[in-house]
């Protein structure tokens, strides 16, 4: 697998990463907010939307927003108590800098920004910057997922005065899943037709963004579900050719759903793969608040390699715009 070594850098990225300290700046404007939303779009929101579970379950009410949403439907909802954190790996989506600009213009201050870019516009538009400090290497495969999730964590830990757990065994475990990428392609050894990610709490984030990685990079067609919803009609179009991977828990009432649900899923179709738990086809060996980050390791590894087989240059798109993502100028152009 000649992607591979664009990898190593994972186990070390993510300890470099998890020990960073927020800025006091940043904690000051956290302390002093009620609630939280969480701005961005693609795989920033992905991110985001994962994080919002570590806010959730210390008791601050948060929530994910995509920035065009913001933009045009609930700016106006957006009360003084709220903490508005704006994500943005470039710091020029577009959306995400105009939702940011409209708080300010109503006054809206202690906007914080999570970016690669300090000196972007979106940073300018804001009062605090969490810099991503990542480089051309450290950003693949998943660097800015990695960066966004552990800033909100921390920020959610700051919020509810809490330590923030050990990372300890964060990049020994990044290390053994990578050692463990031929296992994991033999699962999938051929990219398969279509694919189905399931997940819940913060793994349905990480399912949307194994989907995310998946049509990106190898171009095979998937979708993301909610586990819970899958149950209530769209698992009558479930495939015995397609696969279906499942993001699961390893702890708590959450993990008995998703050992249930997986079992489900292999009493209809063969080809279920699941990642998390320690009788899983892929064990993650950490806690759950760090397990939907790490299980994004599965999806990378056969996500490149299934490119490579198809021929496809990882991180060239014949799509996906570099230049406009403007919806109102689309639309002006239209």
């Not at 809206?108 to 051309?136: F, K, R, Y």
């Not at 290497?137 to 919020?159: D, S």
Request: net charge negative.
């Amino acid at each position: 697998m000649e992607f591979l070594p664009k990898f190593a850098h994972i186990p070390s990225t993510i300890a470099e990463v998890a020990g960073r300290e927020l800025d006091p700046g940043v904690v000051h404007l956290a302390r002093q907010a009620q609630r939280v939303r969480i701005v961005a779009m693609g795989g920033s929101f992905n991110a985001a939307t994962a994080a919002v579970e570590r806010f959730l379950e210390r008791g601050i009410d948060a929530r994910a927003e995509l920035a065009s949403h913001l933009l045009h439907s609930s700016i106006g909802t957006v009360a003084k108590d709220e903490l508005v954190v704006l994500v943005s790996y470039s710091g020029t989506s577009v959306e995400t800098i105009r939702a940011a600009e409209a708080l300010r213009d109503q006054g809206h201050n202690g906007l914080v920004c999570i970016t690669n870019a300090p000196a972007s516009e979106l940073s300018a538009a804001c009062d605090a910057v969490i810099d991503q400090g990542l480089t051309e290497e450290t950003h693949v495969p998943f660097g800015p997922w990695t960066t966004t999730y552990l800033a909100l964590f921390r920020l959610a830990c700051a919020m509810a005065d809490q330590p923030f757990p050990d990372t300890a065994a964060l990049a020994p475990e990044a290390e053994r899943l990578l050692t463990a990428a031929g296992d994991i392609l033999a699962l999938q050894p051929a990219a398969p037709g279509y694919i189905e990610f399931f997940g819940r709490g913060a793994f349905a984030a990480t399912a949307v963004q194994a989907t995310l990685i998946a049509r990106e990079i190898a171009r095979v067609p998937a979708a993301s579900w909610e586990s819970s919803t899958y149950r209530h009609g769209p698992i009558e179009a479930i495939s015995p050719t397609q696969l279906s991977v499942v993001f699961a828990a390893r702890d708590g009432r959450p993990a008995g759903l998703d050992s249930s649900f997986a079992s489900g899923l292999r009493e209809i179709v063969d080809n279920v793969i699941v990642v998390g738990p320690g009788d899983s086809n892929v064990p993650v060996r950490v806690t759950d608040d760090f397990t939907p980050l790490l299980s994004l390791v599965v999806p990378a590894v056969l996500s490149y390699a299934w490119g490579m087989q198809a021929g496809i240059p990882a991180g060239e798109f014949r799509y996906t715009s570099h230049s406009v993502t403007d919806e109102d100028e689309l639309t002006r152009e239209g």
